[in-house]
């Protein structure tokens, strides 16, 4: 049977463990054998937030192994770096571009990581990357659509994953945990699963030579 390993990473406060029950439910739904493992690091907001989705297998432990992971999606720019060694060189990461920053960026004596160093970094590991600004997000009436289920929305747009589980089944998924909410959730999803047929295919390409250039020197 096809399989699909997934890693969901962010911070506390954006829904990061709704998106992993959201995937267990849809995986349910699809009646595809399923493990998944939420964990945190600080449970206040801002905290490291982390869960594995392993989709397929008939028997499986419920941690992704290093360098196993078709999907990565991070809601977070600089947590990126915490998920991208799970990681396959095959492998697709949907990033969601937020950026939190820790109090040391705050208060100066951390650096905090540019996009195109992350996408330079995600480059060097992974087939491809979709980029979804928070300033492009689209709106639903007069706010911004919500972000976890628009990134979702790109997440569920990937190849390997709609083998197992068809993005309508996410979609009906979303509108039966939040039924009064659909509209406005099923035009997040909607949004993000255009923008996940979108990689920066170019811009993956211009990160990988410049970390060539960094490695090389010249």
């Known amino acids: 049977m096809t399989t699909c390993d997934i890693v969901l990473v962010g911070v ?8 992993g029950d959201l995937l267990a439910r849809a995986a349910l739904a699809a009646e595809v ?20 989705v392993r989709l397929g297998y008939d028997a499986a432990g419920p941690r ?46 951390d650096a905090y990581p540019s996009r195109d160093d992350v ?14 600004d928070p300033a492009e997000r689209p709106r639903f009436g007069d706010v911004p659509v919500v972000a976890n289920i628009y990134a979702l929305g790109a997440l569920a747009g990937s190849e390997r994953l709609r083998r197992l589980i068809d993005s309508r089944v996410l979609e009906q998924t979303v509108v039966d945990r939040w039924p009064k ?7 997040a999803f909607q949004a993000g699963f255009v923008r996940g047929n979108q990689p920066i295919g170019r811009f993956l390409g211009d990160a990988r030579n410049r970390s060539a250039t960094k490695e090389t020197g010249t």
């Open 119 to 132: 996408v330079a970094s995600l480059a060097s590991r992974c087939n491809e990357v979709v980029l979804l």
């Open 181 to 187: 909410a659909a509209e406005a959730n099923l035009a």
């Open 64 to 109: 992704v192994p290093a360098g196993g992971a078709d999907l990565l999606l991070s809601m977070e720019r600089s947590e990126t770096l915490k998920g991208m060694p799970h990681l396959r060189s095959d492998g697709r990461t949907i990033l969601y571009d937020h950026v939190w920053e820790p109090t040391g960026v705050q208060l100066g004596e």
């Open 12 to 19: 506390g406060g954006q829904g990061v463990m709704t998106l």
């Open 33 to 52: 054998p399923l493990a998944w493992v939420p964990s945190k690091g600080m449970a206040q907001r801002g905290g490291f937030v982390k869960a594995e």
